[in-house]
């Protein structure tokens, strides 16, 4: 549909289909042709699907490669790739898990608490779906979550509502995930955190009506798995 992509070639039909060598070529050159699509943003990008329809993947592959693949897709895409974490996309969540995408999410807290205002993360709205895509992302697998966790997530977050105190409501989901998964090693995720400039934020959050209970919580969580149990 477009004459002015550049594409690796079809591969030839070869004179014979039933041939080994031909078969093993044309995978090859077909192989090519793909990735070549995947690197294109136009083919990502075309309303019509017909690159993902031939691959027969669904909506939620084509969100989540989307986001990771097309940039400029990200500032729209992002809020409904948060939607994965819909009960009914429960076969689907684990595609918040995959690095390439924590790594975006990554950027995207650093951005939003730094208060850049291009960054796609920044969209008017962006905040809610942001948390809740983290909060899926630690929810589903623990290598995914130690990821994230040694990227300065639980720094990033509480920056937020440092930020303004009402991402509290955003962020919290996120955290309660990685209090509920964690059990025992809570406490060194923790005592990481204090250890690297967390002790700083929580005394600022501390002295805040609205976040005290959660400040308390959090440490108390922390303190004994035994206690919580």
């Known amino acids: 549909e477009n004459p002015g992509l550049q594409l690796p070639p079809l591969p030839p039909k070869g004179a014979d289909g039933t041939?080994?060598?031909?078969i093993a070529a044309r995978k090859v050159e077909l192989e090519q042709l793909l990735r070549g699509m995947l690197g294109n943003v136009e083919v990502l990008?075309?309303?019509?699907?017909?690159?993902?329809?031939f691959?027969?993947?669904?909506?939620?592959?084509?969100?989540?490669?989307?986001?990771?693949?097309?940039?400029?897709?990200?500032?729209?895409?992002?809020?409904?790739l948060a939607k994965l974490n819909?009960?009914?996309?429960?076969d689907d969540v684990y595609r918040l898990g995959h690095v390439a995408v924590t790594d975006l999410l990554i950027e995207g807290?650093?951005?939003?608490?730094?208060?850049?205002?291009s960054h796609w993360s920044c969209a008017v709205g962006g905040r809610l779906p942001l948390c809740q895509l983290v909060a899926g992302a630690l929810g589903t697998t623990q290598a995914a979550r130690e990821r994230l966790i040694?990227?300065?997530?639980?720094?990033?977050?509480?920056?937020?509502?440092q930020n303004e105190e009402a991402a509290l409501d955003d962020v919290r989901p996120a955290l309660n995930v990685i209090v509920a998964r964690e059990g025992e090693r809570l406490a060194s995720f923790i005592a990481r955190f204090l250890t690297t400039g967390g002790l700083l934020q929580l005394l600022d959050l501390v002295q805040r009506q609205?976040?005290?209970?959660?400040?308390?919580?959090?440490?108390?969580?922390?303190?004994?798995a035994g206690t919580r149990s």
């Open 19 to 22: 041939d080994a060598a031909v």
């Open 45 to 53: 990008m075309e309303r019509s699907l017909h690159f993902w329809k």
């Open 55 to 80: 691959l027969e993947l669904g909506n939620p592959t084509v969100i989540a490669g989307r986001f990771v693949m097309a940039p400029r897709a990200r500032p729209s895409v992002f809020k409904t």
């Open 86 to 90: 819909d009960e009914k996309y429960r």
């Open 109 to 117: 807290l650093r951005e939003m608490r730094k208060g850049g205002e």
């Open 150 to 161: 040694d990227a300065g997530v639980i720094n990033l977050l509480l920056g937020l509502v």
């Open 210 to 224: 609205r976040c005290q209970e959660f400040v308390a919580k959090l440490l108390w969580y922390s303190w004994d």
